[in-house]
């Protein structure tokens, strides 16, 4: 501080960010970023960032707060920023402690087998899907196991 003149702190803005699903509310506080896996590529918000909407696929969320950051696993959805907020509507979202790591490796196995088995057929793009999902999870769920 300079003498005869008084300290301003400047408040840096933030961001609102509430992540919902069809059953629960997941996420609801402040956050200095959000990154997110859209259909074009990641997206990393921060805050006064223009106001944006967008499809999100299966892949890896990551809140940011105060330096510390909070990994969540989501299957799809979409994003939307408005004013420094920024919602998030998931087909299903986890934390990363809340995975079960033998059902996410299950699930990606079975995902493996429809790939490798039913190239051509309808079923196909379900298991790729499913496949995107499963790895999803898994990489969040090392997030906490390291």
Do not use: K
């Amino acid at each position: 501080m300079t003498e005869g003149r008084p300290s301003r702190r400047v408040e840096r803005p933030t961001l609102r960010v509430t992540i919902v699903t069809d059953d629960r509310v997941v996420y609801d506080g402040l956050a200095e970023s959000v990154s997110a896996p859209a259909t074009l590529g990641m997206v990393t918000i921060l805050p006064l960032h223009v106001c944006f909407i967008t499809t999100l696929e299966p892949g890896e969320l990551t809140v940011r707060w105060q330096g510390e950051a909070s990994y969540y696993a989501i299957s799809g959805g979409f994003l939307e920023v408005r004013d420094n907020e920024v919602t998030i509507l998931g087909d299903t979202v986890e934390r990363a402690e809340e995975i079960d790591v033998a059902r996410a490796e299950a699930a990606r196995q079975r995902a493996e087998v429809l790939v490798h088995t039913a190239r051509g057929r309808p079923e196909y793009l379900a298991g790729l899907q499913a496949l995107r999902r499963s790895r999803a999870r898994l990489r969040v769920a090392q997030r906490v196991r390291r």
